[in-house]
């Protein structure tokens, strides 16, 4: 069972776009959901994180700029980036955490969305 994440693309430096990221119904009792990101010759980065309760808590790279919000009826997260740098480049991952562990499994990944900005 995977999330599905889509939104990415390619937009200029000082650009926006809205990453998506759907869980299924067969996946409920999110607690928490996350957005990660991977640079080519990087390793993985949290981008930012919400709670059930709409906590969220951005990384300092992306704080001001991004702004994670999430549709509990629909089971769907959205995180909108502003003024897109060229740093920003990476292919963007969603995560759910799930309330409780069903056959060992907790954590829930979407499959990668490319988000390239251009200078």
């Known amino acids: 069972v995977q999330l599905q994440a889509s939104g990415g693309g390619l937009v200029q430096a ?3 776009l809205r990453l ?14 996350a957005w990660y990101r991977q640079a ?3 390793q993985r980065e949290l981008v930012a994180t919400i ?5 969220t808590n951005y990384a300092d790279s992306v704080k001001g700029r991004f702004t994670l919000s ?5 089971n769907t997260v959205y995180l909108q980036m502003n003024s897109l740098k060229p740093e920003d480049t990476a292919v963007y991952y969603c995560k ?3 309330a409780v ?19």
């Open 20 to 33: 998506s990221c759907a869980a299924p119904g067969s996946i409920f009792a999110i607690k928490a959901w």
């Open 14 to 16: 000082g650009g926006s």
């Open 70 to 74: 999430k549709d509990d009826a629909e």
């Open 101 to 119: 562990v069903v056959a060992g499994q907790s954590d829930y990944w979407g499959q990668g969305t490319l988000v390239t900005v251009s200078s």
């Open 40 to 42: 080519p010759g990087s």
């Open 96 to 98: 759910a955490r799930r």
């Open 51 to 55: 709670t059930l309760t709409g906590t």
